[in-house]
C-alpha cells in the first residue's frame, strides 16, 4: 500500500521506558478519562486486544470492569514496559485477566487472535509505529463482526495528516467509522471504528 508524502516527513520514535510510568499520573484523567473514553465501550466478558499498554492507564480499569469472564491481550514493544506491566497487574489482582504478550515493531503477533476480539484499542501508539498502516490490518483482521476499534492519538505528537491516513487505512481495511457514545469532549484525534 502506497503512503502519502506526508508519512515521509513523520519520524516515528518510541517513548523511552523510564517515560512510561509518569503517563499514570493521576491528573491525566482530567483529559484522558478511562471512564469516558474506553469503558463506555467495555461490557463484562468481552475480549479486548489493546496495543501498546504502556503503564496499564486504560489497562487496568478495562481488565476491572471486565470481570473474570472477560481477557485483555496486551501487545507491548519493549521489554522493561511488559515486566514493569505485568508487576502492576499482579499487585492488583489482575493477572489472571490480562496477558502481556512480546511482538515486533512491525508485528503485533496475533495471528491466533484473528476475528475474536469484541474490542481493539491503540491508545497513543500508532504514530510511534514505523507500518501503522499494517498494524491497523492486523487490528482489523483480529475483530469479530460487529466488534470495534478506538483509535486515538495525542494532537502534539501525531500530525493530522498521519491521523487521516490512519482513519483511510481502517476503513480500507474493512472498518466504518461510527460515533464515539461519549463524543469527543477533549478534540482530541480519537475514531470508533466497527468491523463490518
Ligand atoms: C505513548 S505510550 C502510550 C501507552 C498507553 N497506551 C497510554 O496511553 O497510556 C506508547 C506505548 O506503545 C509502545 N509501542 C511503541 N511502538 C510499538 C509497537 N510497534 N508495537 C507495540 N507497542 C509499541 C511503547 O513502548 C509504549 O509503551
Do not use: Y
Not at 508519512?7 to 523510564?18: E, N, Q, R
Not at 484499542?121 to 492486523?138: G, K, W
Amino acid at each position: 500500500m502506497e503512503k502519502p508524502s506526508q508519512l515521509s516527513v513523520h519520524h516515528p520514535s518510541v517513548i523511552p521506558a523510564w517515560l512510561v510510568p509518569f503517563l499514570s499520573l493521576p491528573f491525566r484523567r482530567l483529559w484522558d478519562s478511562p471512564q469516558r473514553i474506553v469503558l463506555p465501550l467495555v461490557r463484562p466478558g468481552d475480549r479486548i486486544l489493546e496495543v501498546g499498554p504502556g503503564s496499564g492507564f486504560f489497562t487496568v480499569p478495562m481488565a476491572r470492569a471486565l470481570g473474570a469472564d472477560g481477557r485483555v491481550f496486551c501487545v507491548e514493544l519493549q521489554e522493561a514496559v511488559q515486566r514493569r506491566l505485568r508487576r502492576t497487574l499482579e499487585r492488583r489482582g489482575l493477572l489472571d485477566i490480562v496477558e502481556v504478550r512480546a511482538c515486533g515493531e512491525a508485528d503485533l503477533k496475533v495471528k491466533d487472535l484473528e476475528g475474536a476480539m469484541d474490542l481493539v484499542v491503540a491508545i497513543h501508539v500508532l504514530h510511534e509505529m514505523p507500518t501503522p498502516d499494517r498494524a491497523i490490518a492486523q487490528m482489523a483482521s483480529v475483530l469479530r463482526p460487529g466488534g470495534r476499534l478506538l483509535v486515538r492519538e495525542p494532537k502534539g505528537h501525531c500530525p493530522a495528516s498521519l491521523f487521516r491516513s490512519e482513519v483511510d487505512w481502517a476503513i480500507q481495511s474493512g472498518l466504518s467509522l461510527v460515533p464515539h457514545p461519549e463524543g469527543n469532549r477533549t478534540g482530541a484525534c480519537v475514531a470508533l471504528f466497527e468491523k463490518r
